[in-house]
């Protein structure tokens, strides 16, 4: 295998499932990816996960995490406040094909939700006593936890793949888009070519408690999320048109794919910091 040196260029936390994100310089990677991410998610009365896809003004929750408390705000909403420590009551809730154990957060946060979207809805956190696993077609021997994330511990995109998205959008006439909009946990700079994550087999880093080691598993499918503008929630289609020129992959059935999903091989307990280096190893 050819090795590569990588650095941690940003990383992103996604407390609410589908509402906006956060870019962190620290995170502490704990089973089921980094801290707090994907800890929370948008059901609805039948406890089915609500997303981006339907209903693309979820985008404009934005969260605020702090020491003891996370805090939500949305246009036109008094900010909620969720205790990191506290749950309501428990519940089953059902996350694409998985129905698990979580805990809701009550009737408040249940009230602020069903507000901001016009229908009934709820909120849930994820219960760390639910062993809920990503694909073993993927992970092959290695059980890899997840939480509310659609099936992985980590997506990884680097900066070469954005940059050539965004180059082939500023040729056609439309605005760049920032790498936000892709959902990533962590994103690498150093790559010699676009979307040259695929071909990774494992990135190692090197931290004061000792290795992070990650492989990187499957490629990741792309829906109409990145096509969502982060600042006004409205859907749009030029993303997608664009990835379907040229990202086509044999590998999940002919699915628009950027980015890879990631599991954790070692470093479970160890803080990622942006900035880091790092050795990828290529399957070429």
């Given amino acids: ?17 589908s509402c906006a994100g956060i870019a962190v310089r620290e995170s502490l990677l704990v089973e ?25 003004k979820l985008q404009l929750v934005t969260p605020t995490l702090r020491l003891n408390d ?28 998985d129905w698990v154990n979580a805990w809701d957060m009550g009737d408040l946060a249940a009230q ?8 009934t809805a709820r909120l849930v956190r994820f219960d760390p006593e639910v062993h809920r696993l990503a694909e073993p077609k993927w992970t092959g021997d290695l059980q890899a936890r997840t939480a509310f994330s659609d099936g992985f511990p980590l997506l990884v995109v680097s900066t070469a793949s954005l940059a050539e998205l965004n180059r082939r959008l500023v040729a056609q006439g439309h605005g760049a888009v920032e790498v936000e909009r892709f959902r990533p946990n962590l994103v690498i700079d150093g790559l010699d070519d676009a979307h040259a994550e695929d071909f990774i087999h494992e990135i ?28 006004s929630g409205e859907q749009g289609h030029v993303v997608a048109d664009t990835l379907a020129a040229y990202r ?14 990631a599991v954790i091989v070692e470093g479970i307990d160890r803080a990622l910091r942006v900035g880091l280096r790092g050795v990828a190893s290529l399957r070429f």
Wanted: aromatic fraction near 8%.
């Fill in 204 to 231: 190692v880093f090197e931290t004061p408690e000792g290795e992070v080691r990650l492989r990187l598993v499957k490629p990741c499918t792309r829906c109409t999320i990145p096509d969502v503008d982060l600042r």
């Fill in 70 to 97: 996370v805090v939500l705000r949305a246009p036109g909403m008094l900010a909620l406040h969720l205790a990191l420590d506290a749950v309501d009551q428990a519940c089953r809730v059902r996350v694409w094909d």
């Fill in 112 to 119: 602020w939700f069903s507000d901001y979207l016009g229908r």
């Fill in 248 to 261: 086509a992959d044999v590998r999940v059935g002919g699915g628009l794919t950027f980015g890879m999903n």
């Fill in 32 to 56: 089921t990816g980094l801290e707090f991410d994907r800890a929370w998610m948008v059901v609805d009365e039948h406890g089915e996960f609500l997303s981006q896809r339907e209903l693309p």
């Fill in 1 to 17: 295998m050819r090795e590569l040196e990588v650095t941690l260029q940003s990383m992103h936390l996604h407390p609410v499932k």
